[in-house]
T-cell receptor, first 117, second 112 residues
Framework: GAVVSQHPSRVICKSGTSVKIECRSL??????MFWYRQFPKQSLMLMAT?????????EQGVEKDKFLINHASLTLSTLTVTSAHPEDSSFYIC?????????????FGPGTRLTVL | KQEVTQIPAALSVPEGENLVLNCSFT??????LQWFRQDPGKGLTSLLL?????REQTSGRLNASLDKSSGRSTLYIAASQPGDSATYLC???????????FGKGITLSVRP
């Protein structure tokens, strides 16, 4: 199956700093990447959808200036949490899909645990 | 607005038991439904995907059924094993290019 990686797997940062999370599709070209956030014992909430070379489409209630998404290539998307605060602490998961592999299927990364002190 | 519900939130069973995990959704006009497994602190692994035209899908000891008219899906796990312990998430998509809407998941514990 397709492989999606995320880096880092865990990050701890101080309040007010910015954190960048990378999402890579290792063995296929991802035409679309998705970023989700998951709070403990809660469902995954879609934050934004990005297509390679285009601006991301953000879900209602997600601040685009706070959660910067860049999908500059077909194998890499980044999520930058700017001026992080403790309430941004969460589990961030990316997924990727490809027209070559059937747009129906999203392949999920292993997630990144963000803790803001 | 599509809402996905999974009840109960947690389930504990002895090894070897056959079990059913339930998922319900409010809008029956779905494109497909997918069951995922999530281990603690990990990402999601897709288990089964059922298209709206299908009634069930099987993979090994897993069988997922879909009843669109009643807004329900079940994941049947046969002969459960301790390695099946994980959180099982149900997600639906309402269109070909629409987002996945997830339930909160059911945390399953299979006791040896």
């Amino acid at each position: 199956g397709a492989v999606v990686s995320q880096h880092p797997s865990r990050v701890i940062c101080k309040s007010g700093t910015s954190v960048k999370i990378e999402c890579r599709s290792l063995d296929f070209q991802a035409t679309t990447m998705f970023w989700y956030r998951q709070f403990p014992k809660q469902s995954l909430m879609l934050m934004a959808t990005s297509n390679e070379g285009s601006k991301a489409t953000y879900e209602q209630g997600v601040e685009k200036d706070k959660f910067l998404i860049n999908h500059a290539s077909l194998t890499l998307s980044t999520l930058t949490v700017t001026s992080a605060h403790p309430e941004d602490s969460s589990f961030y998961i990316c997924s990727a899909s490809s027209t070559d592999r059937g747009q129906d299927t999203q392949y999920f990364g292993p997630g990144t645990r963000l803790t803001v002190l | 607005k599509q809402e996905v519900t999974q009840i109960p939130a947690a389930l504990s069973v002895p090894e070897g038991e056959n079990l059913v995990l339930n998922c319900s959704f409010t809008d029956s006009a779905i494109y497909n439904l997918q069951w995922f497994r999530q281990d603690p602190g990990k990402g999601l692994t897709s288990l089964l995907l059922i298209q709206s035209s299908q009634r069930e899908q099987t993979s090994g000891r897993l069988n997922a059924s879909l009843d669109k008219s009643s807004g329900r899906s079940t994941l049947y796990i046969a002969a459960s094993q301790p390695g099946d312990s994980a959180t099982y998430l149900c997600a639906v998509r309402t269109g070909a290019n629409s987002k996945l809407t997830f339930g909160k998941g059911i945390t399953l514990s299979v006791r040896p």
